[in-house]
Structures are given as C-alpha cells and as structure tokens.
C-alpha cells in the first residue's frame, strides 16, 4: 500500500464509507462528495477491472466503457501488479452473490 495514502483524513474518509448501510446511503453521500465526472471515472475503472478480469481486450473494453486506453492500461497494472484491492472486492462480490 502507498503509505502516502495512510492518512488521518483519507482514515476519517474510510470510517465514513464503512458507515454506510446500503446502496442508497452510498448514493447520498457519493453525490455529495463527488463531481458526477468524478463518480462516473470512479465507476469506469472499477467495470474496466471486471472486463480485464474476464480476459476482454482493450478493444471491447474501450467501446463498451468509453474507457481510453491509458486508463485500462492502468487498471490493468493495478491488477498485476498492486495491492490486491480489486481481487479482494471481486472475491467479496462473488461470496455475496452466491
């Protein structure tokens, strides 16, 4: 983990969404604390991580998302070579769903 990110406030920001009970909730305070634009490029690399997970090539991914290759690049470093977030929520979403 970047130990630039450990902070006090990113921690108090942490607690904040940990609070939330459910969907709804998220909504509120994500508009809130988000521009739409903001949101909206949060939201794309979390579907880009998902297709890259199921081995679609930027091509697809790029038209389906509107994602630029830059970003999927990206994601797709944090994939292979980050701190195992994304695998970790994947892994979460799969037991939920089940």
Do not use: W
């Not at 450990?6 to 940990?18: G, M, Y």
């Not at 909206?40 to 991914?61: D, G």
């Not at 690049?73 to 929520?89: F, K, P, T």
């Amino acid at each position: 983990m970047n130990k630039k990110i450990r902070t006090e406030a990113v921690d108090h920001l942490f607690d904040a969404i940990l609070a939330l009970d459910d969907k709804e909730e998220c909504y509120s305070f994500f508009e809130d604390l988000c521009t739409v634009n903001e949101l909206i490029s949060l939201s794309q690399r979390f579907e880009v991580a998902a297709m890259l997970r199921e081995h679609k090539t930027y091509l697809e991914i790029a038209e389906k998302t509107g994602a630029s290759t830059a970003t999927i690049s990206r994601v797709n470093r944090s994939l292979n070579y980050g701190d195992d977030g994304y695998a970790l929520v994947f892994s979460k979403l799969k037991d939920k769903d089940q």
